[in-house]
């Protein structure tokens, strides 16, 4: 007991000593509106099932609605996606925490039986490819079980990828970080696995989860970064590293020596050649983090290109109130975006505020009955995977968006 609290002690000194020397991304100004700040661009949904053609429509974000919806009847008026992160092989058979790793257990039931109660529902999981979490004194980092068996990829884990992939194409699987959690700095964000990585280090890590997608027999085409750390501790060693490993043009103007010499750095990483690792597009920011962090780099309603990224923004949380997830939903619907609603795949909504305990499911719940009641049969449900698609279809035919 004396050498737990003692533990704690120097934890809470070091996380003060680091919070002063490096940005702490976990500080955010609450008081900054998703809707807040001028972002002008176009945007496109997809045609419905009844054949009627795309819809252009123009918006300004600060000035609010300004969506030009045609009268046509079957348009989609906007997107929506329900993206859940930190799902992993754990689970309480092998964990302390449940985090969707047993097939018809605990969370992994619930996700299982919400996306069965609502056929249209569409979902996005961010995994952890290798989950390493924190010890019980919250200082030491390792794995809590066998080690390697946490790895998608493990033979253990078979059920686990045959159960996404019997929910798929409802259900895609993206990535999320590689063990989520860092050792250095200690303590200081140490969710946030790539704040402080160089270009190389995010690249190896990112080599590394693709890898492990692969031998687990797992397509990728989404990343997001865990606790929305991007690296303004690194240079942004993270985003230059994704650019590495995206299969789209870049407009950073690199040259093409440049682009040559990545490919190669990749290639001699992992044995690859860049065809085999593309991320179609990152989800980096939501309203307060990530891009938006400090001040507003993209929109947090419609898909955007930053600096040859496609960014899917994250823009309602679980961990709202009700009334206020609905407001905004309402919202973002009428401006003809993208409603990324997220939570945490974890079966708690009292520790982990997110999550897919009965508080929140109640507000998908909320959420899925709005869209039914007021929009029936112009939400695009979809898969972020599927955004990304669309998005670079229209981004290269005329009138492109950006
Ligand atoms: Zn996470």
Not at 104 to 116: D, F, P, W, Y
Not at 169 to 196: C, D, K, M, Q, T
Not at 294 to 307: A, C, F, G, L
Request: a positive charge; one cysteine or more.
């Amino acid at each position: 007991m004396v050498r737990h609290n003692l533990l704690r002690f120097l934890n809470g000194l070091a996380t003060r000593f680091y919070a002063r020397q490096y940005r702490d991304i976990f500080r955010k100004d609450f008081s900054r509106d998703l809707f807040a700040g001028e972002v002008v661009r176009s945007i496109t949904w997809p045609a419905s099932a009844d054949g009627s053609g795309p819809l252009r429509q123009s918006y300004s974000e600060a000035s609010g609605v300004k969506a030009r919806l045609a009268e046509a009847s079957g348009v989609a008026r906007a997107a929506f996606n329900l993206n859940l992160d930190d799902f992993s092989t754990q689970s309480r058979r092998n964990s302390r925490y449940d985090y969707g790793g047993a097939v018809g257990e605990g969370v992994n039931k619930i996700l299982g039986g919400l996306m069965a109660a609502h056929p249209e529902l569409r979902v996005t999981l961010f995994a952890v490819p290798c989950a390493h979490y924190v010890n019980s004194h919250g200082i030491f980092y390792g794995t809590t079980w066998h080690k390697g068996r946490f790895s998608l990829a493990h033979p253990a884990n078979r059920p686990l990828i045959a159960w996404l992939k019997s929910l798929a194409p409802r259900l895609e699987v993206a990535i999320h970080g590689y063990h989520h959690f860092r050792s250095w700095p200690p303590l200081f964000l140490a969710a946030a696995e790539f704040e402080f990585a160089s270009r190389e280090e995010s690249l190896e890590r990112l080599c590394r989860a693709l890898d492990i997608f692969a031998s687990a027999g797992l397509s990728v085409s989404g990343f997001r970064p865990p606790a929305w750390g991007i690296g303004y501790n690194s240079d942004f060693g993270l985003l230059s590293a994704l650019r590495d490993l995206s299969g789209q043009d870049t407009d950073l103007g690199r040259s093409r020596d440049n682009a040559q010499q990545h490919a190669r750095t990749i290639e001699h990483a992992h044995g690859r050649n860049q065809d085999q690792t593309s991320f179609k597009y990152v989800s980096a920011s939501s309203p307060l983090s990530g891009l938006n962090w400090d001040r507003k780099r993209v929109s947090n309603i419609y898909p955007e290109r930053y600096e040859g990224l496609l960014n899917l923004p994250q823009n309602v949380s679980l961990a709202w109130p009700t009334e206020r997830i609905l407001e905004t939903v309402s919202k973002i619907v009428q401006m003809g975006g993208l409603v990324s609603l997220m939570g945490h795949m974890n079966a708690e909504d009292h520790w982990m505020e997110d999550g897919l305990g009965p508080r929140n499911l109640a507000k998908i719940e909320a959420v899925l009955e709005y869209l039914r009641r007021e929009h029936a049969g112009k939400i695009w449900f979809a898969t972020l995977a599927e955004i990304a698609d669309f998005w670079h279809r229209i981004a290269h035919g005329p009138g492109a968006p950006c």
